[in-house]
């Protein structure tokens, strides 16, 4: 009998503490400026297409023309309404590619560190995605590769991936150029893999360091976070949708809570993921 009260005493103290997309900014809201927002629900958004490649991005909404490929749904809204840019590899030859050029991006005076995120989606067979690349053009040319994805991996979640970059530009005035390439399985044309892109933001600020903004959502890793280890008792936990005490925690995560169902087939905490604590036996009082 005893035993059962201590059990019950439990399930009804199971408190699951959980972490989902922490965002931390230091300083005030009047220290940053938001200088270039693209969710392609106006149109491309001010993006123009390069004249001197070989392939095109297309605004779309709803999924992709191939099956197995890319998303079901925009991320700005998560449903089939919104719109995206993506790249269609269906048939297309290794190794071309498709330039998307942003409208010009101006960094106002002594507004130094800037902060550049956005969404990207690729899915396919891995050896067709190909790759997506982002460079920094000023002075009439590109000037620096500022961020790269070879392949769709195992390890990434199923859906949009948000990515963030710090920039430091040498220039007032640039652009961004996404570069989506075409992969190839046993060096045939690609039947299966099409690459994405939504949601893109620059934000700077003045008087902040480049790690002025950051974001934890947990969706691909731990994002940087570690273990205390030695002086304390249980660790924290890297989950999607339940926790495993029926009736604590949440039900899904909160990054893409609220995808439709339907949205890359998956309701939406399936493939997002939060950091928690289980509470449960054998955990006691005070226990850290």
């Known amino acids: 009998m005893l035993r059962q009260r201590i059990k019950r005493r439990y399930l009804l103290v199971d408190v699951v503490l959980f972490l989902v997309a922490l965002h931390v900014r230091i300083g005030s809201s009047t220290d ?3 200088v270039l927002k693209a969710t ?26 191939t099956s197995f490929t890319g998303p ?8 089939k309404s919104g719109h995206y840019m993506y790249m269609e590899e269906d048939h297309a030859d290794s190794g071309q590619h498709t330039d998307l ?11 130094q560190d800037c902060d550049f995120q956005f969404f990207h989606n690729l899915g396919g067979i891995t050896a067709d995605v190909g790759s997506l690349t982002v460079f920094m053009f000023w002075n009439g040319a590109i000037q620096t590769e500022i961020w790269k994805k070879i392949n769709s991996q195992s390890s990434e ?14 220039a007032t005035v640039f652009k961004l ?10 060096s045939k044309p690609s039947q299966k893999g099409d690459i994405s892109i939504d949601d893109i933001t620059v934000s700077c600020c003045v008087g902040c360091k ?20 030695g002086s304390d008792q249980f660790d924290w936990q890297r989950k999607n949708s339940g926790t495993s005490s029926v009736g604590t925690g949440p039900g ?14 998956l309701q939406g905490g399936d493939h997002g993921h939060y950091m928690y604590i289980e509470a449960s036996h054998p955990r006691q009082n005070g226990d850290r």
Not at 72 to 79: G, I
Not at 177 to 186: L, V
Not at 258 to 263: E, I
Request: hydrophobic letters at 30%.
């Open 157 to 170: 979640p199923k859906g949009w991936v948000r990515r963030q970059v710090k920039l430091s530009p040498n």
């Open 101 to 111: 050029i942003s409208p010009d991006i101006k960094i106002p005076d002594s507004y």
């Open 177 to 186: 150029i996404f570069r989506a390439t075409a992969g190839a399985n046993n």
């Open 72 to 79: 079901d749904c925009d991320r700005t809204f998560l449903n």
């Open 252 to 265: 899904n995560d909160h990054t893409f809570y609220g995808n439709a169902a339907g949205c890359n087939g």
């Open 40 to 65: 392609f629900e106006d149109g491309t958004s001010g993006f123009t297409q390069s004249q001197s490649d070989h392939l095109n991005w297309t605004r779309w909404s709803g999924r992709t023309p």
């Open 210 to 229: 480049s790690d002025a903004f950051y974001v934890a959502d947990f969706s691909v890793d731990v994002n940087n976070y570690t273990q205390v280890k």
């Open 32 to 34: 940053c400026v938001q």
